[in-house]
């Protein structure tokens, strides 16, 4: 561009997220690693789509899943199945493993980090390629990765951890694991206004990867705290509301 001249439209870079996803639970277990995430992804502070599943299987051996900006999510899903096609096309016979691609994915975020157009993700990358032990990895908008034995993103890393951290062990079997997920699940729904009681689970093992379909989870409305008209009661003193 000559001097003097400048570009007929300005650089449009995301300023927030809109259309997000909230928390993401991966953690490894005796012979594999699980990962979920529930079915909402809110339009600002609305409920709006309610079946979308924020989990992407990533060549043969790897899951991803996502917080964050959904938009952002399906550029990065669309980059990584074309580096998918490329590997496929190379006809070798050798397939990436889940540390390459959670690799890539950091150098990715990091890259758009240093051009000052994030992509506003927290995303958990799982895998487990044969007979390597398991891969549990966190990647965030910044290109901040590190690999970890259990791992919760959004509000999860607030209400999840704790509980991970009190319950999780290294020898922890399938259905327990499981379980322990649910419950964390539970928490983040009851107590994150961005949560949803539907939810996904994924599996990796030795003998490959899936994606459940969306269960409903268990919860309980009816306590009695909650139930009374305390709007209905004469006020006696400021005190009282606190």
């Known amino acids: ?22 928390t993401v639970i991966g953690l490894k277990y005796n012979g594999g690693v699980l990962i979920a995430a529930d079915t909402l992804a809110s339009y600002g502070s609305q409920a709006r789509y309610k079946n979308i599943c924020r989990m992407k299987k990533v060549g043969q051996y790897t899951l991803l899943g996502a917080s964050g900006e959904m938009s952002d999510f399906q550029y990065l899903s669309d980059m990584l199945d074309e580096m998918d096609v490329e590997d496929w096309l190379h006809e070798d016979g050798c397939s990436l493993s889940p540390d390459q691609y959670s690799s890539y994915i950091g150098r990715v975020m990091y890259n758009r980090r240093s051009k000052f157009n994030p992509l506003y993700n927290q995303l958990v990358i799982v895998g487990k390629k044969k007979d390597e032990a398991p891969l549990l990895s966190f990647v965030d908008h910044q290109g901040t990765a590190f690999k970890e034995d259990f791992i919760a993103t959004g509000f999860g890393s607030y209400l999840a951890m704790p509980i991970l951290r009190n319950e999780w062990r290294a020898d922890i079997s399938l259905a327990e694991a499981k379980a322990l997920i649910v419950k964390c699940l539970q928490v983040c729904f009851y107590r994150d206004c961005k949560a949803y009681c539907k939810y996904q689970i994924g599996n990796c093992d030795a003998s490959g990867v899936t994606i459940s379909e969306p269960e409903a989870m268990d919860h309980f409305w009816g306590h009695g705290a909650w139930l009374e008209k305390q709007h209905e009661k004469a006020a006696i003193g400021t005190s009282d509301s606190w």
Do not use: N
Not at 1 to 22: C, E, F, N, R, W
């Open 1 to 22: 561009m000559a001097p003097g001249q400048y570009l007929a439209d300005p650089m449009k870079h995301t300023l927030q997220p809109i259309v997000t996803g909230s």
